[in-house]
């Protein structure tokens, strides 16, 4: 998950407040946990150092936790509370496999992103979406991949604006979201409106909204949150917005739906169609589909932008990777033409994209839950993390583990698909785990168990994002403009790819 951009500001009435409320908790707080803290406390005034230390030092101090004791429980200071941290491959298998009255999914969910607040009740308690995100969009995706690959060409196109033989200096995150926006809404709203600027801004602001307002309210305590959480959403806005042009659109298709039936002639093929065959009565309403429609476009944008920036540092910082997956993607082209099935066959290129998300893509932490039993959740251990806490597994650090990689440290582009070529030579099934797709303990950068990201299957984290790598290799130029992989930044329980750091690109002689 992304976090808030460096540079914006958190207004000092938030500040003290939130400094007050745990102020105020750090004085009534329960007696010691058994479960030793990810960093030392021994008063007041030092848990609050610590939980500014873990929300400005958190990726660090995770780690340091990790080589202290790779799977050991630890606590996190929270602002307010203490969470919880499990490490190692192991705990993360036990997490993901715990049942959801056990083990929150949900809850952890509601909590991260705040969706109550930042995106509606209705989409906490029915996220329907999903189940059309799952199946219909996927079943769709290659009849559809045209299209997409046509708006591939095009967005970037534009974004870049380049002339022959020069190379331009572009700002990867802000360049990325706009052509992942295009691209995405192509396949959710087609064309001309997944070309309208003013459209595409809505989209965008609401996803840039939603996950940085989500860190700055979720530093607030609970009871708080109903009074601040109104405030800070950009909901209202955005739907009223987005409205303007999805409503007459919308408004049409039910119409015809009532006149015509539910497969009536011409039916569009895409995102409003699939939501409108899955929505419940309630949910089938002018304002709830658009509304829809927006939230699946910020999950999209968002993982996709993340994922694609981080690959493109990597690709300029390690650039002898360049040209084998240049020569695969020309060769897979022109033996199979440009088309979803080709990608299968990008075995580089899907190598490289799972690398850059082991090494440099994954959040500090994975797999939040809130712990709903009555009685906790016990390991198989018999550490007990408590009734109404907030569990998490470290999400980067069992991905830097030498007991799960060899050489961990190193990116090595190419080392799931020499992998899978072992894997395949010894007919061995578990080849499947080292598709860019797949989740394991090991790998969680799209989660792990039946709560895995419900995009992965399909067009946001495979297709779209090795058919953008692809077009890129065989159309662009790429070199770092410094030298080294730039800079990230982490907050708390999140990270984000540097938002200003720039490469050079230029057309291809």
């Known amino acids: 998950m992304s976090s808030p951009a460096p540079g914006t500001s958190i207004p000092p009435l938030y500040i003290l407040l939130a400094g007050g409320t745990a102020v105020l908790w750090l004085w009534t707080r329960k007696p010691a946990d058994p479960v030793p803290p990810l960093v030392e406390v021994d008063g007041l005034w030092s848990y609050y150092a610590a939980a500014y230390r873990f929300i400005k030092n958190s990726s660090d101090l995770i780690l340091q936790a990790y080589v202290r004791d790779r799977h050991g429980v630890f606590r996190i200071p929270h602002p307010f509370r203490w969470?919880?941290?499990?490490?190692?491959?192991?705990?993360?298998?036990?997490?993901?496999?715990?049942?959801?009255?056990?083990?929150?999914?949900?809850?952890?969910?509601?909590?991260?992103?705040?969706?109550?607040?930042?995106?509606?009740?209705?989409?906490?308690?029915?996220?329907?979406?999903?189940?059309?995100?799952?199946?219909?969009?996927?079943?769709?995706?290659?009849?559809?991949?045209?299209?997409?690959?046509?708006?591939?060409?095009?967005?970037?196109?534009?974004?870049?604006?380049?002339?022959?033989?020069?190379?331009?200096?572009?700002?990867?995150?802000?360049?990325?979201?706009?052509?992942?926006?295009?691209?995405?809404?192509?396949?959710?709203?087609?064309?001309?409106?997944?070309?309208?600027?003013?459209?595409?801004?809505?989209?965008?602001?609401?996803?840039?909204?939603?996950?940085?307002?989500?860190?700055?309210?979720?530093?607030?305590?609970?009871?708080?949150?109903?009074?601040?959480?109104?405030?800070?959403?950009?909901?209202?806005?955005?739907?009223?917005?987005?409205l303007e042009f999805l409503g007459p659109m919308i408004s049409e298709r039910l119409a015809k739906e009532d006149?015509?039936?539910?497969?009536?002639?011409?039916?569009?093929?895409?995102?409003?169609?699939?939501?409108?065959?899955?929505?419940?009565?309630?949910?089938?309403t002018v304002p709830a589909l658009a509304h829809r429609v927006l939230i699946v476009n910020m999950a999209a944008i968002h993982t996709s932008t993340i994922t694609l920036v981080d690959v493109l540092f990597d690709l300029t910082t390690y650039p002898s990777h360049i040209q084998p997956m240049r020569e695969e993607v020309e060769r897979v082209i022109m033996q199979e033409g440009w088309t979803k099935a080709a990608l299968n066959s990008m075995h580089l290129v899907d190598s490289f994209i799972r690398e850059s998300q082991r090494l440099n893509g994954s959040s500090p932490v994975a797999l939040?839950?809130?712990?709903?039993?009555?009685?906790?959740?016990?390991?198989?251990?018999?550490?007990?993390?408590?009734?109404?806490?907030?569990?998490?597994?470290?999400?980067?650090?069992?991905?830097?583990?030498?007991?799960?990689?060899?050489?961990?440290?190193?990116?090595?582009?190419?080392?799931?698909?020499?992998?899978?070529?072992?894997?395949?030579?010894?007919?061995d099934h578990a080849v499947f785990k080292n598709h860019m797709i797949s989740t394991s303990p090991m790998h969680l950068a799209f989660g792990y168990g039946k709560h895995a990201c419900p995009g992965r299957n399909s067009f946001f984290a495979a297709t779209e994002l090795k058919a953008m790598l692809a077009h890129v290799l065989i159309t662009y130029d790429v070199k770092a403009e410094n030298e080294g992989r730039p800079v990230e930044y982490s907050f708390g329980r999140v990270r984000t790819p540097n938002p200003t750091a720039r490469i050079l690109i230029r057309k291809r002689q």
């Open 83 to 242: 969470d919880y941290l499990a490490n190692g491959a192991d705990r993360v298998a036990e997490v993901a496999a715990a049942r959801e009255d056990v083990l929150s999914f949900m809850h952890g969910v509601d909590e991260t992103l705040q969706v109550s607040y930042m995106m509606g009740s209705e989409i906490r308690d029915n996220p329907y979406h999903h189940h059309t995100v799952q199946t219909t969009l996927t079943r769709n995706l290659a009849r559809c991949f045209p299209q997409v690959k046509d708006e591939i060409v095009c967005a970037f196109d534009d974004v870049l604006s380049l002339k022959d033989g020069e190379w331009k200096p572009f700002a990867v995150l802000p360049g990325v979201m706009k052509v992942v926006a295009r691209t995405t809404n192509r396949l959710f709203v087609g064309l001309p409106l997944c070309r309208n600027q003013e459209y595409l801004n809505i989209s965008i602001g609401f996803t840039v909204a939603v996950f940085t307002r989500c860190f700055m309210l979720g530093l607030f305590p609970r009871w708080i949150r109903p009074v601040i959480g109104p405030l800070m959403s950009p909901k209202k806005e955005a739907d009223r917005r987005v």
């Open 259 to 284: 006149e015509l039936g539910s497969d009536w002639p011409d039916k569009p093929n895409d995102l409003i169609s699939w939501l409108m065959q899955d929505a419940a009565p309630a949910d089938k």
């Open 368 to 427: 939040m839950r809130k712990v709903v039993a009555k009685d906790g959740f016990k390991f198989s251990d018999g550490t007990l993390i408590p009734f109404g806490s907030y569990l998490a597994t470290s999400g980067r650090a069992v991905q830097h583990d030498a007991e799960n990689y060899e050489r961990p440290e190193i990116f090595d582009g190419f080392r799931f698909a020499r992998m899978r070529e072992e894997l395949e030579r010894n007919a």
